[in-house]
Structures are given as C-alpha cells and as structure tokens.
C-alpha cells in the first residue's frame, strides 16, 4: 500500500472524528463585521491554532489592528512549499428566523433526495472548507507521521469584512509566507461530482459618473426642447459602449486581451454550457455578450461592461414633468488576461468626455479597480492538481475562471510574488451568507481527500 | 369722453377700494388640498359670490364633491358672451419660516427698486388675476351701468389640487355655460412691460416602462458578459429617440405638427429669444433641440420628448457588482398642433417592444395624455385681444405657446367647443407656490385696466 492510499484510508477512518472537529469550530460564533463577536472570533482562531499546533505544525495568532491571524507551519526540508489561505470568519445571521436550526449550533441533516448535509454558519464558507485541508493534512501525519510538501497555513479572520489588514500583514510577515505556490479553498466546485480549479480571476474597473446640465431641475413643458436632458446625455454614453456584436466600444479596450489556448476552449466545449442551461434558470435565453463567443469565455475570460446603476431625475409614483440637472451611473468593466486597469479607466473617461456636450459637466469617482489574475495553463501545479483532482473524482476537473473577486489572490501575486490555485468544493446550492447555510457532507469528505491527493502529487 | 374712456378712469379711481377688496379676499385662508382649511375654502368662494351678487350677477355657489364653484351671470342680450375662468384655492404656505410676512396677512411692499408689490398667498396665483377681471366688471358697471359683453364667471376651488371635480360640474352645467370664447387669467406676461397671449398649449402624452431581464439580480462577475442588462437596452431605447439633429425618431411623431405661420414666426425672431438669454440663467449654452429650429419653436410650437425619470440597478455609495433585473424610465411627449396622442403612444409603444429582447419584457404605465390646444392665430377674439393689450400697455403683445398643461382648456374645447384666449399679468418671479408669492402692483393696476380694454374690444 502506498502512503498515498494509507493517507486516503486514515482520511476516511477518521471521518467521524474530522466531523466533531469541525462541528467545534462551527460552535464559535466568529462574525468578524460585529463587534459584538470580537471574542468569538479570537475563540476560533485561537481553537485552530490549538488544532494545528497539535497536528506538529508551529502554530501561532498574530495580532493585526483588527482580529488576529492564525498562521502555522510545518517544513519540509527539501521538498516544494505551498501557502495555504483560508478564513475563520463568517457572514452575520440575520434574518435569523429564516434560519430553520440555530446558526451556531451545526447539524447533520437529509435532504429529501437522500443527500447528508451539514448545516450552520460557516459550513461551507470557509471552515467546512478550512477543514477539508487540515484533515488532509491531519491523514498525512497519521498515516507517514509527515507531510508530502511543506505547508504554511495562513487562516484570516476578516475576509467577510473586507480583509483589510491583511495586506499589510502579508507585506510585514512577507518572509515567513514564502512559498513555491499558493492554495486557496474557498470556492465552489462546477457542480456535484464534477471538481473544478479556478485559475483565473477577471480583474475590475468601476466608475461612477455624474453629469450635470442645468443648474438645477427644469420644467419640461417650458423647457422641454431647447435645455439638455442629462439622462439623454447618459443613455447616449451607455448605448455606445457596446457595438452590433456585443464587443465593448473604448479604443484599446482589447489590448492585452489573451486568447484562450485551443485545448482549453475544447475542454470548455465539452462542458456544452449552452444558453438553455446557464441562462435559463435565472429566465434569459440569448446570450448578450460578444456574439463570436462561448457563453463560458463571454463570462469567464473575455472583458465585459455592465451598467451597475443608473439615474436621475423623477421615480416616485405618477407622473412629473421634470428636466433632471443630473444623471448618474455605476458603471464597472471586467477585465482579463494583461488589460491595464488605468488605461481602461483612462479610455473610458476620454470615451464620456467626448460625449459630454460643451455646456454639460461630468463628474468622475473611481472606485475599485484590479488587474485579472491568470495562472498560466500550462503551470505544472496545475497540472498535477488536475489530475489527483481526477483521479479522486473520476472525472477530468473544469478549468475555470472566475468573475467575482478574491482580493487575496492579487496580494499573494503582487507582494509575495506567487500564483494561487483555487480549489473548493462548495457547490451553487450552499447558501453561503444566507440562512441555513450547508455543505455537503460529501463535499467535506472528497474535499479532505482531494487535498490528500494534491498534497501528494504537488510534492512530486 | 368715451365709454371705455369712463371705465378706465372708473378702474383707476377706485384702485385703492379695489386693494381693500383684494385684500379681504387674500386673507382668506383657502387651501384647497388640506381639508384643515375646508372652510376657509369655502368662505372665499362665498366673498366671491357676494361680491359678484353685488355687481349684479346672478351669483350662485354651486356645490360639488369638494369644494364649490363660483358660479356668476350678467347677461347681454345681442352680445357676445365669454366665459370667464379663474379659482379661488391657494396652494399650501409651508415653508412657513421662509415667509418673510404672513402668508394670509396681505400688505404692499416696495422692492429694493422701487416696484410695489403685493405680497400673500393666491396675490398672484390665482386671487389677484381673479380680481383683475372682476375689478375690471365692476369698472364697466360704474361708468356705463352695464358690461360691454356677456359674461359668465366660473370660479373654482380645486385646481391647486388637481380639478378632480371640474370635469363633472362642466358637463353638467353644460348648458348654463354656453358662450362664444372662453378667457382665463392664470398665466404670465412675456415679461415686465410686456404682455402676451398664450394661444397654444403643447399637449403630454407620459409613459412609465419598465423592462425586465433576469428573473432576479445577477452578480456581475458570475454573469456579466452573457447575461441581458436591462439598464444597457433601456439606454439604447433611450439614446434611439432622437438623431443628431434633434429630431424624435419615432415614426410619424410630425404627422399633424403644424407650420407656424411666417408672420408669427418673424414675431418670434422679433423678440430676440437666444441661447444665452434664455439657456444662461439656467447654466446651459447650447440648445439641445431641433437644430433647424429657433428656441421659441423648441420650447413653444415643437414637439419634444424628454426622459423625466430613470432609475435601475444599485444607486447607493460605493460600488456594488450586480447586474440589475428591471431598469425603469418616465418617459414624455410634449405634442403640438394635430397630433394624436394615443398615436404618439401607439408608436412609442411599438419602438420600445422593437428594441426589446425577445426574452426580456416590458410593462407600460399610460399616465397623463392630453392633445395641444391651439387657438388659431387668426381668430377674431386673439386679434381683438392683441389691439387692446397693446393699447393698453404701448407694445405689442407676444403670442406666446405654453408648454405647461392647463387642463381646463382642454375641458372648455371638448365639453363647451370654446376656444380659450389665456391672458394674465403674472410675472415668472411671482413665486407662485414658493413662499412670499408677490403680485406686482402694476399688474394688478393694469391687469384690470387690460381687461377693460378687451371687454370693450370682445363686444365690438
């Protein structure tokens, strides 16, 4: 019997205990944005690093101006190190009488299709999750009293409140972090019983506009036809920002747009997300993003546009005859591959400024913005992770990209210099920031013995 | 000495008595939207009936379900006969510590400039044009017993509060209030010095969409770049709606827009309405409207179209990546001439579903709808009218277009087939409905003076 095979047969001896760990954790009511849980949160860093330091690794808090971090590690001389990240922290409860068993207090339940679930706070996002690794981590030590690779743990306490010190602790603690590669699992799977590792995240320009005309709001009937309409101003704007074809309008947009490798796209093909399956849930049926393009690149590596809000003028109920002296708009970009934030942010405003007729002003906020963050498809972590990823499930994992943000994956990139895998195995259904949140009990037993295998494999 | 002679001098030797009369009237606190001031609602209409009563009409109040109109005859048989309208409610004071003088005490104040002026609640809006037609009656009765024309008054107390009631009464007293043309006095003059005539209304025709993608709020990250955005079609709807000259592209939009005739139109020029005079006090520079057009026909004798309202998606601080389900916009037609507004509806209906996706939808909210009134510039009454006005105050008066709704004119076409000459002396820094409303007292001296002249010229 290999290691690998004593480590995936302790994993699951050990099911039961792994599940009264988790259930502790889940105990500890560890809601970073309230003040009111300060010490919940300290209860389960500090109950982590308790576990960790029992599992061998140096396990340690370090304090941060807001709640501590929980880092722990465990060398391997020799061997690759990977950085695994993850979050203590959960989303507040509220509205807790949705909640159909207390939030804190975790239980095992059946589905009506069969399927064992495990609900509470937290669940799923991110300690069910958290712990699919230690116990993997946990199978190595019981099986071969070591670990395949070197392992740094970095569990934060506030990423449901905006991680905000945690760049600086990475910039502080930047040497004690250093690794080959990093891990984060806090992500969903493509769906039950098909794995997925998130290579890429799109990256994020948002704008907010205002323009102004009038000094102030008119009268339609005796101004109507002669004073500019802001909102016509900005429709203009909005309505040229996308051509016939669904391709974004700013010059240069484009630049630095990757092409999807050829094989990628085929295995992408394969997935047949067709419209009917991916729009037709949420009511839609025709794709509105570049006409030459899978729905899966229209979300996952090409750019987009959205206007995220928009108004002006009169939204009350009836009817007002109203010339509004301004018009707003929340208007963000999705960005991929080597597209330059500024630039795109510097060719959107130029694009507004060219719109705004002489007498009208445009006021500009920008607000986030970050590069798309893209693990090379060829990297060879990300091979080896798709296939122990395979070789659990019996199924070739998708690689995906993301559209939502994970901050840490640009911090990791820019100041320790690494690439992030993302691999989680939440599902769509988790519930995650909503009443009754769960994980699949399956998710948390092939979770903890995907890791044992990407242990193994990452280690070679 | 001639008749009209005598009347203008009887109008002037009893300005100080007609003051007083005012006066009592303008403390009368009738509010018509506040059912706190019922009564003082109805004890102004009962001023006016006794008032009138006391000039020799035949005054009545005449109930409704609100408040009551002032209903008042002085026949002449063998002449011409008007109508004549007016309301007795005010609108609300509130801001009450804006006033710099009680609203329902009336006094005489001198402007920094010198200009007298009347100050109180209704002294312009709609009481002191009132009493200058009645003053004016009351001239014609001191200096020949009698009036040069028919004259039935119809005073009413609800149209700060919207006229619900007015409809009714009209089509009921349908016969009662047969004349040859209808006058009203609730408008302005071109401006001091200056009088004018608004012969033309623009009619409205308003409509509310909302259209709808997503069966619910969509992440921008997870979604964007496949899935429809609402704000995004509604932008292209919006921006479709005009070309590059400023023309409404809806199809047949200019079917039953009138020319207006050559010799108005070098009247208008006459005036010297440009861009700065008119667009500068506001901020703006540039005309946003028909570009082969003068200002006056943009705001008067064009029909336009302005987005009054539009609202979608997050419009709170910060940004917030959601692609919206619905997008909504307030949409208006001011029309002109022979347009049809259930046309114009019909076709703006037809370039919205055009433009809308096969798989998202769109709701219409019809609210007001209203044709253009227009008197014809060359109907006897209209000239009469100018020859006396110009008379009176040395200058030509300006035919003037009004682009706000006065729905009793409309009422006065389709139940009484009266054309309406709309003549009032009001000037545009009243504030009407603004605390410290004011009425010039050159106004009100030469208001009733201008409607001695034009009775005289009405009956010729």
Known sequence: MSDLDRALEAADAGLDKSLERLFALLKIPSISTDPAYRHGCREAADWLRRDLAALGFAAALRETPGHPVVLAKHPKPGAPHVLFYGHYDVQPVDPLDKWETPPFEPKIAVTKDGKKIILGRGSSDDKGQVM??????RAWKAATGTL??????LIEGEEESGSINLPGFLEEAKDELAAD?????????WGEGRPAITSSLRGLIYEEITIRAASRDLHSGMYGGAARNPLHVLSAIVAALHDEDGRVTLPGFYDGVPETPADVREQWRGLGL???AFLGPIGLSTPAGE????IIEQIQSRPTCDVNGMWGGYTGAGAKTVIPAEAHAKISFRLVGEQDP?????AFRAFVRERVPADCSVEFTGHKGSRAIQVPFDSPALTKTRRA???EWGVAPVTIGSGGSIPVVGDFKKTLGLDTLLVGFALDDDRIHSPNEKYDLESFRKGARSWVRILAALGQ
Chains 1, 2 share one sequence.
């Open 148 to 153: 395949p690779v070197g392992v740094t743990m």
């Open 274 to 276: 067709d419209a009917e």
């Open 389 to 391: 990823l395979e070789d």
């Open 342 to 346: 500024a630039a795109v942010r510097q």
């Open 181 to 189: 590669a990093a891990l984060v699992c806090d992500t969903t799977m």
């Open 132 to 137: 699919t690794f230690v116990e993997a981590c």
């Open 291 to 294: 006409r030459d393009r899978m």
